[in-house]
């Protein structure tokens, strides 16, 4: 009696287990639902969680651990920084097209203002720049401006 409930419970634990571990590998594949990581894109309500990062082969967008969302360049360092330094939990790369650094409750610490664009992607490129276009347009873009169909993020921006 007493062997069969310890092999009952050890049965529950170790279908228990299996589950947590099901779950954590589909969760960490859903993760990455709007990621292309051919052309280095997001979108969608993709995040950047403290240590995330979207990288070309020279430029990396990064949200770092200290809450500031950063692009790194190759050979030079830290080229653009959100200044979300303390505040910053997360980037989301939203549905309407607005990059926004959220801290710990949710709440906006930072945003490009390019909402009103559905879909937009954001996208890291080789030439060493960090991108969010929408209907189609690559060219640059006025950040909160009406005009053009992107906005690169670049060191003039601090």
């Known amino acids: 009696m007493k062997a069969a409930k310890v092999l009952r419970h050890m049965g529950i634990a170790v279908a228990t287990g299996a589950l947590a571990l099901a779950g954590t590998l589909a969760g960490a594949g859903s993760a990455q639902a709007a990621y292309d990581p051919v052309d280095h894109s997001i979108w969608d309500d993709e995040p950047l969680y403290k240590g995330w990062h979207v990288d070309s082969w020279t430029t990396q967008l990064v949200m770092q651990t200290d809450g500031n969302l950063v692009i ?27 990059l926004v650094v959220y801290d710990v409750n949710n709440h906006p610490c930072w945003s ?35 005009t053009g169909g992107s906005v690169i993020l670049s060191s003039d921006l601090y």
Not at 73 to 98: E, L, P
């Open 72 to 98: 790194n360049q190759n050979g030079k360092g830290t080229v653009w920084a959100s200044g979300t330094y303390g505040c910053g939990y997360k980037a989301v790369m939203q549905s309407d097209g607005n």
């Open 112 to 146: 490009t203002g390019t909402f009103g664009h559905p879909h937009a992607r954001l996208t890291v490129t080789d030439a060493g720049a960090v991108v969010i276009h929408w209907d189609g347009s690559t060219g640059p873009r006025i950040p909160h401006s009406n």
